[in-house]
């Protein structure tokens, strides 16, 4: 007797999962919001153009480009039909990929203003010399200076005016004493002679002291 082999027939393949209608309608409003962050990023894009800023140009369109390749994969997701696990998983890679380039790239700019921050730390503490406090200057300070100088311009301004006023006060005293000499002068002239004596001059005999000796007998 010849004994046959019985050759169990290969395990067919898992049927395919497909997401509901609920599940679909979820994935489909996530799609809608991966695409519109990814137009966000692209009009960032062209800010960083007319800014000439090559470093974000290359971080926003790669960011925006890896978001809306995910977000296309989500809407396969929800139309198509036996690749739902397939999409999903491609979905979530290009999210990955767009998730971490913006945490490099957020690490790298926390890293630069952290060194930053200590450079000028540092340059301030250790490196600058302290300032000398200069004292405040208050307004009552600044009232009371403006109040010194004007007494100050006061005082000025009272000794210019005493300083006109006297030589007018003296010009009447000196013009008399002027007079008198020119007026016995034209007396002279008039009389044609010598100028008269003053009348308070006394002769020379009357006006020396009498001695002892000169008195006149009894």
């Known amino acids: ?93 290009q999210l990955q990929t767009a998730f971490t380039i913006r945490i490099i790239i957020t690490a790298i700019a926390a890293a630069i203003g952290l060194m930053v921050s200590v450079g000028f730390f540092i340059q301030y503490e250790f490196l600058e010399e302290p300032v000398a406090d200069t004292a405040a200057v208050t307004v009552d300070d600044v009232d009371e200076e403006e109040d010194d100088e004007e007494e100050d311009d006061e005082e000025e301004n009272a000794e210019e005016e005493d300083a006109e006023v006297a030589p007018a006060d003296a010009d009447p005293a000196a013009a008399a004493d002027g007079a008198a000499p020119e007026g016995a002068a034209d007396a002279a002239e008039a009389g044609g002679g010598e100028p008269a004596p003053a009348a308070d001059a006394v002769p020379a005999e009357e006006a020396a002291p009498a001695t002892a000796g000169d008195t006149p007998p009894a």
């Open 1 to 93: 007797m010849t004994q046959q082999t019985v050759v169990a027939p290969p395990p067919s393949a898992p049927p395919a999962y497909e997401f509901s209608k609920t599940e679909n309608s979820t994935i489909s409003r996530c799609a809608t919001w991966a695409k519109a962050l990814s137009v966000m990023f692209f009009l960032s894009t062209a800010v960083q153009v007319f800014n000439l800023n090559i470093l974000g140009i290359l971080v926003d369109l790669a960011i925006g480009v890896t978001f809306w390749k995910g977000a296309n994969l989500l809407d396969s997701v929800v139309d198509t039909e036996g690749d739902d696990v397939t999409n999903m998983l491609g979905a979530l890679g």
